[in-house]
């Protein structure tokens, strides 16, 4: 009687010394981003007897022992969380690089639209006192102002496009260890026990290493056997057992992105932060485009006016800028002497007052204005995506966190309950030995 009240004894002290470890691991974990709550769950021990010829076999109760250690988590919120915060991921991109596009479409008194009207205006005091070589110093800083402002902002796009592409790059070699991560743990999860401590860590770091990618691509997942996760991007496998095909992300000459697959051109992601770098780079290189024609524009406009009119020499006007880019544009004369600033009929001032002829709804000014609403435009539905996709994310962060979370009051509940168990087989043992001292001091 004595051995069995030990055996029973014996095993509710290693049962609850292990319910008392997962406690222990939850309250260490508490903090820990993508740990799950670990539970014990025990069970009855049967212990069987001697089957010998002269005894009959039969199975008796061996106290408690542990069944598995079980992971706090729901499937459907952990896939609700991941798909939230692909979404977010991308939104954070295209709002930051759409900020940054915004900043360098510049429109303050440095920028474009403010220079042009202040050449504009430096042409129209000029037509008031055409001789006066002040303003006409003013008309030649004006113009050199415009080109500034366009080589500028064309320069900062150009700091965009190569900010966007870094951050691809560095994405796509973390979406590659991430998924050569989670072909080792899928390797180690085929050999690992169920129901154990191990295999529990190496599903909270599969489910990591699973974030991690759709976070960047929106690829899509399958599970199998043991809990190993299989990704496929475009109908293409990328990760199968432990077996990874990796990603490569290169940039054009106008900045755009394409993505490969293993060597194979696929097709650009459609969400996640590489999703938003991808657009963010269209909308830079539309962008860029977009200011590139109107200093185009700027060049024809301004020297085909220019070309309509004398000098006070009566020889034609020449140009005054040259480019085709707004990166190479420049400005071309620089003696006050060479402005064209009569008309062809003789008058003073007539060319001048000819200027507003490129001023016009099609002229580059209202260009700019247009350019720099639409980016405004798209910059503001991505600040309120934006917004809505980080409220889904923490809503779908919180509800996950309600099920696999560690909540340290709870646990210190269960820690109480589980030492007030363990005393309790303690006692046993004790009883257990008592008992036995009793028998052999009666023998």
Known sequence: MSSDLFQIGASGTRAYRAAMGAISENIANASTAGYSRRTVTTRESALSSSSMVLYKSQV???????????????????????MTGQAL???NQRLQFQTDIETALNDDTLGVGQQLSGMYGAVTQLAANPTDPSLRTNVLFGIEQVVTAFNQSAHDLEGVQTAITSNAQAAVSGLNSALEELGRINANLLRSQP????????LDSRDQALSQITSKLDVNIAFGASGTAQISYNGTQVVQG????????TAATDGTLSLSLGGAATTAPASGSLGGLFQSATVASQRLASLDA????????????HSQGLTNANAA????????????LTKVITNIADLATKSSDGTLNGNLNNISSIRGTGGVEAGWTALVAANANLLAGTKAEQTAAETRDTQARQARENVSGVDLDMEAADLLRIQQAYSGCAKIIQVARETFDAIMQIL
């Open 60 to 82: 008796a109760f061996g106290g408690v022992e542990v069944q598995s250690v079980n992971r706090a988590n729901d499937p459907y919120l952990d896939a609700a969380a991941r």
């Open 89 to 91: 991921a991308s939104a």
């Open 195 to 202: 129901g154990t401590a191990n295999q529990a860590q190496l």
């Open 242 to 249: 432990k077996d990874v095909t990796t990603f490569d992300v």
């Open 294 to 305: 109107l200093a185009a524009q700027f060049t024809t406009d301004i020297n085909t006016w």
């Open 317 to 328: 006007g020449g140009p005054l800028v040259s480019g085709t880019t707004a990166a190479d």
